[in-house]
């Protein structure tokens, strides 16, 4: 059987388990150690098609693109218009606030809570992780590009905690608390996020019943918060490799194309510039300034790429946020303890 019937028995196949009205859901497996670049493919297709993609800095590695992507998720604000208007608080601008803009914003809104987090009304809240975009927002990193060390306990990062602790502890605007996501999101006990939060899309308009939108949750999207550089982070939804084992490396990749296009438009936010220009707003009734806001963290998102990030991420979380946020600890000292964490794990073979 040649290479094109058997990618097209394989399409058939995709198209038949996904059914009708049914997309293939934020599923990633990361093959690095067994995928080829595909970098030069993706040049050609992207020459061919005259379009291009979202989601590049998540599938990039050492300068090379090794997967092909069908759809990301990126983080943006969300934010609860009517306590906005009841204050004269004007949504941030298409670029989104800086930080000392947010800081203000986050101060003016927050209402004294428990430490617990119940009760009160908190300005911000953004759950575990949320130093990893402040990092990159300043300018900073988790892995140094040569792969075997930590900018961690550079001044970049240090200076994104130090944001991070003085929203919590000075200015309190931001619950001592990193566990209390799921009861922010789900329970309903808080009025939270009137300034917004960058919980990703996916835990809103992807997985609303049907019927329910945004509007009638009484929040709206609106564009990241931004430090030196305008950064996100982005998860990709889906994203096909080809193996190091191919006989044929050009004929696999155009199996993953063809496939990519079927499932592509049915991702919430289709990795395809083109396609998503033109769905997201579709999809979600998003208005133009939500839509811009969405298009913009997905040109703008960044993903962990390296094949130690995971382990990185979560020494930055457990090591660093938490005893940050919940104790007040020094920055300084949390980064670089944690930073030499992350270089004993990435000496590991």
């Excluded at 990633?28 to 005259?50: C, I, K, S, Y």
């Excluded at 155009?254 to 033109?278: C, H, I, L, M, T």
Aim: net charge negative.
């Amino acid at each position: 059987m040649s290479a094109a019937m058997s990618g097209d028995s394989f399409i058939e196949g995709v198209e038949s388990a996904l059914g009708e009205g049914r997309h293939p859901g934020d599923t990633r497996t990361v093959l690095r150690d067994l995928a080829n670049d595909v970098d030069r493919f993706m040049a050609q297709m992207e020459a061919e098609e005259g379009d291009t993609f979202y989601a590049i800095a998540a599938i990039t590695y050492n300068g090379k693109r090794w997967a092909l992507p069908w759809g990301i998720t990126p983080f943006v604000l969300w934010y609860t218009p009517a306590a906005f208007d009841a204050t004269g608080v004007e949504p941030p601008p298409d670029q989104g606030w800086d930080w000392e803009q947010f800081r203000e914003i986050t101060q003016q809104r927050a209402v004294p809570a428990d430490a617990d987090g119940s009760g009160g009304q908190w300005g911000f809240f953004g759950g575990g992780g949320t130093s990893l975009f402040l990092i990159w927002q300043n300018g900073g990193r988790l892995i140094a590009d040569d792969g075997a060390s930590s900018p961690l306990r550079e001044p970049a990062a240090v200076e994104a905690l130090r944001y991070l602790r003085e929203l919590v502890h000075e200015y309190k605007s931001v619950p001592p608390n990193t566990a209390v996501e799921t009861k922010v999101v789900s329970d309903g006990k808080f009025q939270i996020l009137v300034s917004g939060s960058p919980l990703a899309t996916v835990f809103g308009q992807a997985v609303l019943p049907a019927g329910i939108s945004l509007e009638a949750l009484g929040v709206r999207l609106a564009p990241m918060i931004h430090g030196r550089e305008s950064v996100t982070l982005g998860g990709a939804n889906g994203m096909l490799s080809v193996m190091t084992g191919t006989q044929d490396a050009g004929a696999a990749f155009f199996v993953a194309r063809q496939v990519a296009a079927k499932v592509g438009d049915r991702s919430p936010y289709p990795a395809r510039r083109n396609a998503a220009a033109e769905d997201v707003p579709k999809k979600w009734g998003l208005t133009e300034y939500e839509a811009k806001a969405v298009l913009s963290a997905m040109d703008t998102a960044r993903g962990l790429t390296h094949p130690k990030s995971d382990d990185a991420f979560h020494i930055l979380r457990d090591k660093v946020e938490t005893p940050v946020v919940e104790k007040n600890a020094d920055p300084e000292i949390a980064c670089s303890d944690a930073a030499d964490e992350i270089e004993l794990k990435l000496a590991e073979e």
